[in-house]
């Protein structure tokens, strides 16, 4: 099974900014439609990002014009820049192959952890 790795994490103070990794692999991964997800403690995971094999992206409203979602199919590796960082903002993030309903399709990492400081 296609595992994905996510990376970057970390604490960073309100208005900061990270970026996140998504490593996979396989040599269909450029056909992959990928989401970032997030859950903080005692809350659902939420999907906040996702962009499909042409790089078409969407984005949930609670990161709009603050987050940006790429990938580089040549490194197998999607991103997630994060600016303009919330204390909302902290949670463990994933990332995920999706269908095209957006549903998860793999078995979840470990994800990364990001925390923002007020």
């Known amino acids: 099974q296609v595992q994905l790795l996510e990376s970057g994490g970390g604490l960073v103070q309100a208005g900061g900014s990270l970026r996140l990794s998504c490593a996979g692999s396989?040599?269909?991964?450029?056909?992959?439609?990928i989401g970032w997800y997030r859950q903080a403690p005692g809350k659902q995971r939420e999907l906040v990002a996702t962009?499909?094999?042409?790089?078409?992206?969407n984005y949930a409203d609670s990161v709009k014009g603050r987050f940006t979602i790429s990938r580089d199919n040549a490194e197998k590796t999607v991103y997630l820049q994060m600016n303009s960082l919330k204390p909302e903002d902290t949670a463990v993030y994933y990332c995920?192959?999706?269908?095209?309903?957006?549903?998860?399709?793999?078995?979840w990492g470990q994800g990364t952890q990001v925390t923002v400081s007020s």
């Open positions: 995920n192959r999706l269908t095209t309903a957006d549903f998860p399709i793999l078995d």
């Open positions: 396989g040599s269909t991964f450029s056909f992959y439609r």
């Open positions: 962009i499909t094999s042409g790089d078409n992206t």
